[in-house]
């Protein structure tokens, strides 16, 4: 990054359908050093409290329009991305690790050398 680049972005929300994803792709930010939120997808009070956080970065582990039109509304900079999009299914391989740069890469971790974020 040059010096008239922004920081990095170090908060995300990760609105959840599948726990085990939402709080597994959760934990995986956290050990890198980003803030992470996550609420329920089924709850949209949950998600609106959620969005009060001002993440740069919403993961959503899958689409739903009426959470996503809600994530636009309230918090249009921040940068939406549906990880089952991002991230194959099954067992984890170096490909599936390679994806998941790409949610580090949204964030602008790994291009701001951020300890931590190697994978």
């Given at each position: 990054?040059?010096?008239?680049?922004?920081?990095?972005?170090?908060?995300?929300?990760?609105?959840?359908?599948?726990?085990?994803?939402?709080?597994?792709?959760?934990?995986?930010?956290?050990?890198?050093?980003?803030?992470?939120?996550?609420?329920?997808?089924?709850?949209?009070?949950?998600?609106e409290e959620a969005l009060g956080t001002s993440p740069c970065l919403v993961i959503l582990d899958r689409?739903?329009?009426?959470?996503?039109?809600?994530?636009?509304?309230?918090?249009?900079?921040?940068?939406?991305?549906?990880?089952?999009?991002?991230?194959?299914?099954?067992?984890?391989?170096?490909?599936?690790?390679?994806?998941?740069?790409?949610?580090?890469?949204?964030?602008?971790?790994?291009?701001?050398?951020?300890?931590?974020?190697?994978?």
């Amino acid at each position: 990054m040059t010096s008239v680049d922004a920081a990095p972005c170090l908060r995300a929300l990760v609105v959840q359908s599948y726990s085990l994803l939402g709080e597994g792709i959760a934990d995986l930010l956290r050990q890198r050093g980003i803030s992470v939120v996550v609420a329920d997808a089924s709850n949209p009070a949950g998600v609106e409290e959620a969005l009060g956080t001002s993440p740069c970065l919403v993961i959503l582990d899958r689409a739903d329009a009426e959470v996503t039109q809600l994530v636009v509304s309230r918090v249009p900079a921040a940068q939406v991305m549906d990880v089952s999009c991002v991230i194959g299914r099954g067992y984890p391989a170096a490909a599936d690790l390679m994806r998941f740069e790409a949610i580090l890469d949204a964030l602008g971790v790994a291009a701001a050398g951020v300890e931590g974020t190697q994978l």
